[in-house]
Structure formats: C-alpha cells, structure tokens
C-alpha cells in the first residue's frame, strides 16, 4: 500500500513540474507582473477573456481527454484506435468552433467586454484550436507514464510565453527599428499574441504523437464515447462556470459610475484572488497524477485502502498550504500591486473553495471508473445552480467576497453530494471523520490567530507556530501516512 501512495507522490511531483511550475512562472512572472504594468480595468479585461476561454475549450475538446483515459485502460478497445477516435473528434469540433468565433467575433466581444475587443476572440479563437489539438495527445503521455516529456513541453510553453511577453513590455520599447510594433493601447494584445504562439510551440512539441494520428471513425465505438463524455461535458462547463466565471459576475454585478461593467472591480479581485492560486496549484498538481492513477487502481483494495489515504494526504497538505499563505499574507501579497491589496480579505476563502475543489476530485472519481458519468453532470448541475444563484444574491449585498463564498459553498456542497452518491452506487472506504477534524482544525488555528489581532511580525510567529502545531498532530494521528507523504 505505502508502494501505490510513492508511486501517487511521485508522479504528483513530476507532473507539478510540469503543470504547476509553468503556473507558478505564470503567475509570478505573467499574472503578478501584469498588475504592475496594466491598470485595473484591462486586468478586469484580461481575466473575463481567459474565463471564456476555459469554459470554451470544453467544447472545443468534447472531454475526449478523459474519455481517451477511460477507453485506453479497458482491455476490450486497442488504445490506438481510441487515440485515433479522439483526435478525429477533437478536429472536428475544435475546427467549427474556431469558424464560428471567426464569424461571430464581433458579437461574442459585446457580449464578454466591448464591441471594440473582438480581435481578442480571433487571437483566442485560434489559441483554442491548439490547445485542443494538444489535449489528447497530452493524455496519452500521461496514461503511458511519460511525466517527463509531459512536463518538459509544458515548461518550454511557459517559458516561450513569458519571453515573449517580458520582450514586448521591457525590451521593445527601447529598440529604436521596433518602435513602429510597440503600443501601450495593445498590450493585452501582447499578453494574448504571447499565448498564440506558445500554443503552438507546444503543437510542434508534440509533432511525433500528433504525426502518429491516422483518420479513424467506428460508428460503435464513437457512440460509446459520447455516451461517456456527454455528462462529462456538462461536468466541465459547469465546472468552468464554478470556477472561474466569479469575476464575470462581479463585473456585471457590482456597481460602477457609469451603469456599464465594471471592469475596474474584476480587475481588482482578479488580481487579489491570484494569491490564492498557491492552493490551485496543489490540487491541478493532485488532479493531473491522480486521475491516471486511479484509472490504473481499481482493485477492490484501491477502493478499501488507498482511496482513502490519498483523500487524507490531501487533506493534510491543503490545509498547512491554507495555513501557510493566509498567515504569511502580509508577504505574499507584495507579489501584486499595492492597488490590489485592499481586498485581500477574499484570499482565505478562495484558498478553502480550492481545497475543497480538490476533496471534490477525490470523492467525485467514482463516477468516471464506474462509468456512471451522468451522476457527475447532476452533481455539477446543481453546483452551478447553487453558484449562479448565490452570485446574484450575496455580490449586490456584500459586495465582491460574495463571489467567494459562493464558491465555497458550490465546491462545499459538491463534495457532499459526491462522497454521499459514491457511498451508495460504488462505495469508498474514507476517513471521513478525520478528514472533518483536520479541515476543522485547520480553519479554528486561523481564526485564532485572527482573533488575538497582533502586529505583523507577532503573526508572522504565531503563524508559523500554528503551522508546526498543525504539522505535528498530523504526525501524531496519522504517523504511518504522514512518513508515506514525506516518501
């Protein structure tokens, strides 16, 4: 059992690299050096398009990434040919979707910002069709146990991406023969120009898989593909609208001057919530191993034993990350502008609405082994029920950090539902009662220090001891599992 929690461990580290190092210089190099350098409504700008662009590539993809996954680990299908499926489906759904942006740019900008952004939909438009094309050869190298490449080619994406844009706010400015490209009026253009063609970098990147695509199409197999993926679609758009359409409604939401959308107001929480991005780094880090993993473990043993020390490893890491940037938040907020700081105080929500994002891809895997992915469009259904409901109630009486607590709750009672579906249709052994007290525990050690409100260097201290508190008595209670993460 320790074998499979290294094996989880190790993996979840390589496949950080590759996933989640690319988001660290993302943000501290992209998403932090921006609020410097643009003001606040082009921020507000910036996040709106990027998530439009997340809920798009759901389309765009059809989720034959995971339906790759599934298709590939059953002995019944040749994975070749479900590759070759899934590219072909990929194409022609990412193909329409980049010819309808292009016709209907104009009305698609309108709708997300203003009539005069609709070249950002066309350079968005083609960023989707590479991405798309990359998805499931990406799945491929993670279910052939590639990590490395995984990781590398996503490195070199990020790296191209933030050279670029670096060179067009630092550099072309003071080369006198480029003074004719430099603008500060296009420099979201830059930023998104800078996404374009590290797109398609990483197209190029993944030439040998992509050339090994032959056009392929069985009539039975495709139908049982989309009988998989269908929910799974909902699954995503849903999921896209739960997590990051939070800033779309506080721009539509909260009042500005002049009756429009207020930008300014998404700029400012976009930029605030980016601290608490440390939080969804673990759980993409967490999502891209496990899934693969549990895939591979779906003895009766897996569902006894290891499910659920995984789900508690979980628990134990997001909650000392939770305590880590909420009580070291005084430093870690000069990581963006000092005109973002003012509404930090969304940070500690945002951070437990990701943590319990992640417990939500624990107890939610059920339903894609099982191949019951209608449960997960019910669940996600009623998630973005309650998400887009509790948005037009709390944001115009609260303000902003209704946002968050809306999100907290969705993920909250997602991950309810989950974990009580599962126990019914396709029980998991988990620790419940100690994954609550740990969750519990957590969140008490940050009030506390809250309450006593002491001056910054004294809760820098106090911080740093509820850390090492926290630490401890997960050693204490789960000694056995505590050396296996430490493995």
Not at 141 to 152: C, D, G
Not at 411 to 430: E, N, R, V
């Amino acid at each position: 059992m320790s074998s499979y929690l290294k094996k989880l461990a190790g993996e979840t580290v390589i496949y950080g690299i590759g996933a989640v190092l690319p988001k660290v210089v993302n943000f501290l190099l992209v998403a932090s050096y921006l609020t410097f350098q643009i003001d606040e409504d082009k921020y507000g700008i910036h996040g709106i398009m990027y998530s439009f662009v997340t809920l798009a590539l759901v389309f765009f993809t059809l989720r034959m990434e995971t339906t790759f996954f599934k298709f590939s680990s059953d002995a019944s299908y040749e994975p070749k040919k479900v590759f070759n499926i899934a590219v072909t489906v990929v194409l022609g759904s990412a193909g329409l979707l980049m010819t309808l942006m292009l016709l209907f740019r104009s009305s698609i900008s309108s709708a997300l910002t203003r009539p005069e952004d609709s070249r950002f939909v066309v350079y968005f438009a083609v960023i989707l069709f590479l991405d798309a094309l990359s998805s499931v050869p990406f799945a491929q190298l993670r279910m052939t146990n590639r990590p490395v490449k995984f990781s590398a080619i996503r490195i070199v994406n990020s790296l191209i991406t933030v050279g670029l844009i670096v060179f067009c706010f630092n550099i072309l400015p003071h080369v006198s023969a480029l003074h004719w490209m430099y603008d500060e009026v296009y420099f979201l253009d830059y930023t998104f120009l800078a996404n374009l063609v590290g797109s398609f970098f990483v197209v190029l990147m993944l030439y040998k898989e992509l050339s090994a695509y032959r056009f392929s199409w069985d009539k039975e197999l495709v139908k049982k593909m989309f009988a998989f993926a269908w929910p799974l679609i909902i699954v995503g758009v849903a999921g896209s609208i739960n997590q990051f359409s939070d800033r779309i409604f506080v721009s539509y939401l909260t009042e500005s001057v002049d009756g429009d959308q207020n930008f300014f107001n998404a700029g400012v929480f976009t930029g605030a919530i980016k601290i608490a991005v440390i939080m969804n780094l673990f759980v993409t880090a967490f999502n891209y191993a496990a899934e693969p993993f549990f895939f591979k473990n779906t003895s009766k043993e897996a569902r006894t034993k290891i499910y659920g020390q995984v789900a508690l490893a979980f628990t134990i890491c997001g909650m000392m990350i939770f305590l880590f940037v909420t009580g070291f938040l005084d430093i870690l907020k000069f990581m963006i502008d000092e005109k973002y700081h003012k509404v930090l105080f969304v940070v500690p929500i945002a951070l437990l609405a990701n943590l319990f994002l992640g417990l939500y891809y624990n107890f939610s895997i059920w339903y894609k082994i099982s191949g019951k992915t209608i449960f997960g469009a019910l669940i996600a259904t009623v998630g973005s029920i309650i998400f887009i409901s509790l948005n037009f109630f709390l944001i115009p009486r609260i303000g902003m950090v209704g946002a968050n607590v809306a999100s907290l709750i969705c993920f909250g009672a997602m991950t309810t539902i989950a974990y009580l579906l599962g126990q019914k249709y396709y029980p998991i052994s988990y620790p419940i009662g100690k994954i609550l007290l740990y969750l519990i525990l957590g969140v008490a050690f940050y009030y506390g220090v809250e309450i006593l409100d002491v001056e910054e260097f004294s809760k820098l201290i106090l911080s740093s001891l509820t850390i090492v508190a926290f630490g401890l008595i997960a050693y204490l209670l789960d000694f056995r599992n505590f050396r296996n993460i430490l493995s």
